[in-house]
Structure formats: C-alpha cells, structure tokens
C-alpha cells in the first residue's frame, strides 16, 4: 500500500478546520440553553425544509417522466436549462421570484387588475417557492438518470408482454422511484436546512427564521456570540445528523452525464400527451419567467450601477478565482490518493465529504469566535470567504473528479508504472491531459458556487469590502430594487462566464 | 537466467506456486486454463504483484526491491498498451524518455524503431486512428527502444486475427533477436506456443510447472494439459 503525504496533510487540514471550528463553536456557546426563539427557528428549518423537500421531489416526477418519454425540438435546452439553478447565484434567483410573485410584481400586477390584493412572498411560503426553484430543477435530472438507467430491453420486453401502463409503471418505473426519490429527498433536505440567503431575503421575523438566519442575527446585531455559538452548535448538529442519515446517497450525489439516450420509455399518444406538454410548459415557465424578469430589469438597471459596484465585482472575481485554485489542488491530490488506494483512503474518502456537515455560517461563526479577540473581522473577510467558500466546495469538486481518477488509475497506472512515468512528469502528461475534463467541469462549478455565494461574508463584511452578492443583497434592502437587478444581470452573467471559461478550457485540453 | 525460486503467490481463494528457472534468450510459452494463474505470473516478475513467499532473481539479482518501471522488464498487456492522449511517437518514446524530454538523437532513434515495425509516417497519429495490428506494432516499437532483457506478453494480441496474429510474434521474434530477449508470453492458442516458443510451461491446478520442450510436451500431454486441450 502506497503512501500519500500530501492527501494525508490536506486530509488533516480539511478535517481539523471543519472540526476544530466545530470545537471551537462548542467552546463558544458554553452552556447556554436554547431559548424560546431558537427552538422556534430550528422548527421552522426542519419543516421548510421538509417541505421544500417534498414539492420538489413531488413535482420533478412528471416534468422528468415528460422529458424522459418525448423528443421535441429544445429538449437538450431545456435539460440544460435544469442544470442552471445549481449554479445559479440564490440572490438572484430571489430577485427574479419577487419580479413575479413580489408585491409589484407581474402575478400582483394582475390580481391588482381584477380588483384582488396582491400576493406576499415573504415567509414560509416564499421560501419553499424559492427552495422549489432551485432544487425541482436538480431533483428532475436526477430522475431522469433514473428513468434513462432502465435498460430499453425492460421496456421492449414489457410492450412484447402487452403490459398495460398501470403494470409498466408498477414493474418498471415504480422501482426506480423508490430507488431514486428518498435520496434526491435528502440531498434538497440537506441543502435546505443550511439554507441562509433566501431566508435572509424572504424570510426573517419570528415566523420565518432559519437557525443560520438567526446566527446572523445574534452576530451581526444583537451582538451575542454566545448565543450566536449556541445556535451554530444546533445548525452543525443539523447538518451532521442529516449527512450522516444520508451517507450513503450523498456520497454518490453526482451531476451525471449521457442524458443524450435513445428514447427507451414508451411515449404513448391522447391525453397523456398533453399532459407532458403542460408539465413541461408550466416548469420552464416556472423556471424561465423569474430569470428572464431578472434579465429584463437588469437590463434596465444597467444605465444606473453604483460606482462600487465594480469594486464589488472585482473582490468576487478575485475571491472566486482563488478559492477554486484551493478547491481544485485540494479534489485531486485527494481523489489521486483514494483512486489508487493510497494508505488510509477510507479516511481521506470520508473527510472530503466532511465539509457537507457545516454550513458558510457555522465555520463562520467558529472563525468570529477564534479571530476576535486578536483581529477587526472586517480586516479578514476576504480571505475568510476564500477559505469557508474552498472548504465547501471541496465534497462536489472530489466527487466529480473521483471515477475519473479510479477509471485513470484501473486503465492506466500499470503502464506508467512499467515506463517510470511519475513526478511531475506523470501528471504533465498522464494526469491532467487524462483528467482535464473533470477537472475544467469541477472548476466551472466551484468558480460559479463562490461567485455567488452570500453567507459567510455577511458575518464579516464592513460597510466597505463587501462581495457583489452581499452588494445586491444591501441594494434591495435600500429598496433600489433597478439597481439591484442591474448588478444582479452584472453577477449573473459573470458566474455563468466563469463556469464557461473553466468548462472550456477543460473541453478542449482533453484528447 | 529467470529463477523463480519457490514462488508463493496467493489472493483468496487462489494459490500458485513456481520453481524452475528459464534460460537468457529463451521463448516460453505460458499455457493452461483460465483463472489458473498465467497473468499472476507475470505480474509478479513484472512488479506489480507481491509473492507471499520466495523470491525472483534475474542474473542472481532478487527484483524485490525493484518498482515495475526499475525492473529488467517490458511487458506488453492485453489492452491499454499505449496513452491515447499522446501520439504514436510520444508513447514510444516514454521508452528512452519517461518524463518525456526525449534528445534529438531520442528522436532519431523513435523514428528507426517505427520504421523497423511498419509504422514509417505514423508517429503524429493518436493511437485511435491505429488499427489493432498497428497499435501492437507501436507498444513493439517501444520495447526495441527499452530493449530490457525480459519482455512479458500477456496475451497482446489476442483479439488480431490468425495471420494479424502471425505477422506480430514474428515481429516480437524479431525484436527479441535484436534485443536478445528472453520472452514469456502467455497464451490461450497451443498453436501459438508451437509456432513460436521452444518451450512451455503449463500452469494448472496451483503449480507453475518447469518449462519442458514445447514439441515433446505437447506429443505426450500430461493429465492437466489434456484436460485443457480437450
């Protein structure tokens, strides 16, 4: 068996941040009771969360089944169109539901003209909506994995049987189902409960507030980092309770590829017809309205962005750009060494999906609780959100890459061996080349998740220093809601640019 | 001289043994059943694979110590014989150069060797745009330039055709002559160890027995070997 410093270092490293914040948050509350607001703030998490869970994965199953069964002109648009939300910043996803469902906006406009009162988007029903958007999306692919993982042959074999839909759907499809829907429950579950920007932006009073919400709070204006640290405590205990309930899926969640099959599922014509196509119209509206009112306000508000934007759009780059660095050095060293079975791999396997467990704020809060005494947390906000954003999106990036890394070494390694191809040598000629790909995708998707991140930042930013996320988030709270859509389109399109650039570059480094 | 001195290999379920030694600029077979340990043998005069017991010597030098790339050996295998992000000329060329900085006269001698296999012209092709006989002909070529004294065949060319098949041991022949080789090639075909090996040796029922004359082994097959040729 192979040794692996490095793995083992970086290994150290993430674990020893994730849990030594963890400590230290634990150190921070002391003994501290919850009070009545926390308990209500941890209710309110769990049931948005469950609830988000389930209409997400209700309503994913007959958009999925319509895209699984017909072929139409846009449909690879479309699929890619669901692939969006996961990297789509939430700020602006949250400015795009209220331009539709907002008090102006286009639904209240409506209700307005035929003399009803317009609808409100805040609260519990708000968030749902937006957890809705961003992981109906997610769950819909996830299923029609699913649905195309069915061999055609099972299909043939059951129309050969003249299997009335009732029974296909019993022998067939129902199995898939159950195999498929608990875990795609638990992963939007899991992104839910540590859900801070849209409970930030449609959430908030005592109705309505997550634990991560109520830890900035405490922070930022109660000022009680003990209370703060109680409430992170309780959001870690979240977390971990919920990774490890769903060890088994999380660890394979994956974004999967080859959804460009021949159609296997029987399309069959009538009514059913029609009702694939409304599902399929209703969740692309669902999903392109909101976005396109984005697109359309902000180009409106293009004409007048604030001076500091700019600023704010550099310090994004800037932070996005290294965390990825970190993130991408960190996957593959760590996928290398589990690949080829390096000396302690279960552990390495284990730790980098470990980050999963915390939330931007938890770590958050555990960095306040340790810099505070010695620093402004203002002076650390930069390098605090490089830090927390790289730590997070360590679990995607090290999934991504890791089947590559094992199909590379199965293929591979021996004949590298037998040649003495190793060093710098191997992975110059054998490693990036092979894994490039992978490599440019994870990229892609840690750039646009740090570019758009609005967590930890909130905790650390002063009045100057903040992330365009936070820039947006502070507009709408001026109520410059032009402004705001205009720097959004800004963010928008520099998230998606970005996961271009590093997508590309990986396409076309590959042989 | 090869010694295989009271090899042990052993994974669950599956043990092999080997003692017998092979001569420098022998060609032996290595023939018997599926699963029975022809490629497990090889693997572990190649490096990759540990034995529990025993030791391999080359030239009364014990490879123990030695990694697979450190080793007297080229071993070609069964697929996966050549990069396919890198062209013909770079994969042969990881045989002068393994961090792939080759000189000019690395170059030159590139060039030679795929003149020498048939493959004049082909160096800038990827390896998808070779046909199977030519993919095989470049892993050669690359073995002319390594010209380490053991080259192992671990069935590469077992999806060619007959007269492909044909064409590519006198090619390994070939390349074992110049480089004064020994060669241990594992097969599934007794026509191939008749055709090609002055010696064979049968792996069946746990033991790699001693290599014996390929002609007289097969005109009086013991039990093992009749069972396997049916």
């Known amino acids: 068996m192979s040794h692996a410093p490095g793995a083992a270092v970086i290994a150290a490293l993430v674990a020893g941040l994730t849990l030594g914040l963890a400590a230290m948050v634990a150190a921070g509350a002391g003994s501290l009771w919850p009070l009545p607001a926390d308990w209500a703030a941890l209710r309110f998490t769990v049931w948005q969360a469950a609830l988000s869970a389930a209409f997400s994965c209700l309503l994913a199953v007959p958009v999925a089944r319509a895209l699984a069964r017909r072929r139409f002109a846009g449909r690879g648009a479309l699929i890619a169109l669901m692939g969006a939300p996961f990297l789509l910043p939430v700020i602006v996803a949250v400015l795009g539901l209220l331009a539709v469902f907002g008090r102006s906006g286009v639904v209240s406009d409506a209700l307005a003209l035929a003399g009803l009162p317009p609808l409100s988007i805040y609260g519990l029903h708000g968030v749902v909506l937006a957890h809705v958007f961003l992981n109906l999306p997610l769950v819909t692919r996830m299923l029609l994995m699913g649905w195309e993982a069915i061999p055609a042959e099972r299909f043939r074999l059951a129309q050969s049987l003249a299997m009335p839909e009732g029974a296909m759907f019993r022998h067939l499809e129902g199995p898939m189902l159950r195999a498929v829907l608990p875990g795609a429950a638990v992963v939007v579950f899991t992104l839910c409960l540590g859900s801070f920007a849209v409970a930030l932006t449609l959430g908030g009073g005592p109705g309505a507030t997550t634990v991560e919400l109520a830890i900035y709070q405490a922070l930022r204006f109660d000022y009680a980092p003990a209370r703060a640290a109680a409430l992170a405590l309780i959001q870690f205990a979240l977390g971990a309770g919920a990774v490890a309930l769903g060890w088994a899926v999380l660890r394979q969640a994956g974004f999967g590829a080859g959804l460009g099959r021949r159609l296997a599922v029987p399309a069959p014509r009538g009514w059913r017809l029609g009702a694939d196509a409304l599902a399929l119209v209703l969740a692309g509206g669902f999903l392109l309205v909101p976005l396109g009112a984005v697109g359309l306000r902000g180009l409106a508000g293009l004409g007048d962005l604030p001076a500091g934007m700019w600023a704010a759009l550099g310090r994004s780059v800037a932070v996005a750009l290294t965390s990825t660095a970190v993130t991408m050095g960190a996957a593959l060293v760590l996928a290398l060494a589990v690949a080829r079975g390096a000396r302690g791999w279960r552990f390495i396997d284990a730790v980098a999906t470990l980050p999963l467990a915390v939330s931007g704020l938890v770590l958050g809060t555990g960095l306040f609780l340790t810099v505070k005494p010695w620093v402004r947390p203002e002076a650390l906000a930069l390098p605090v959100t490089v830090m927390v954003n790289a730590l997070l999106s360590l679990p995607y990036a090290y999934r991504l890459l890791l089947p590559e890394a094992r199909a590379l070494h199965a293929d591979y390694d021996r004949l590298a061996q037998s040649l003495s191809l190793r060093g710098m040598a191997r992975l110059r000629w054998l490693v990036v080349p092979r894994l490039a790909r992978p490599i440019g995708f994870g990229a892609g998707v840690a750039a646009a998740l740090s570019m758009g991140d609005l967590g930890v930042i909130t905790l650390f930013a002063g009045e100057s220093g903040a992330t365009l996320p936070l820039y947006v988030q502070r507009l709408m709270g001026a109520y410059r809601m032009e402004a705001a859509a205009g720097a959004a389109l800004v963010l928008v399109a520099t998230s998606f640019a970005l996961f271009a650039l590093f997508d590309g570059i990986g396409r076309r480094a590959a042989p | ?230």
């Open chain 2, 1 to 230: 001289m090869l010694h295989l001195d009271h090899v042990v290999m052993t994974e669950p379920g599956f043990r092999l043994t080997a003692d017998f030694t092979v001569g420098a600029g022998a060609r032996v077979a290595i023939i018997g059943p599926s699963g029975a340990g022809k490629s497990t043998l090889l693997n572990a005069i190649a490096g990759f694979l540990r034995p529990a017991a025993g030791h391999i010597r080359w030239g009364g030098r014990d490879l123990a110590p030695l990694g697979p790339g450190a080793r007297p050996v080229t071993i070609l295998f069964q697929d996966q014989n050549l990069f396919p992000h890198l062209t013909v000329a770079q994969n042969v060329a990881l045989g002068l150069s393994p961090d792939l900085r080759p000189t000019k006269a690395d170059l030159a001698a590139v060039e030679r060797a795929l003149e020498r296999t048939g493959l004049a012209g082909l160096g800038a092709r990827r390896p998808a745009e070779l046909s199977g006989g030519q993919a095989g002909r470049a892993a050669l070529a690359r073995a002319l330039l390594r010209a380490r004294p053991l080259l192992l065949l671990d069935e590469p060319f077992a999806a060619l055709g007959p007269a492909l098949k044909q064409d590519m041991l006198a090619l390994v022949a070939e390349v074992a002559g110049e480089t004064g080789a020994t060669v241990l090639m594992v097969t599934h075909d007794p026509k191939d160890a008749q055709g090609f090996a002055g010696q064979t040796v049968l792996v069946a029922d746990g033991i790699a027995h001693p290599p014996r004359d390929t002609t007289t082994l097969f005109a009086d097959p013991p039990q093992a070997l009749r069972d396997y040729l049916g």
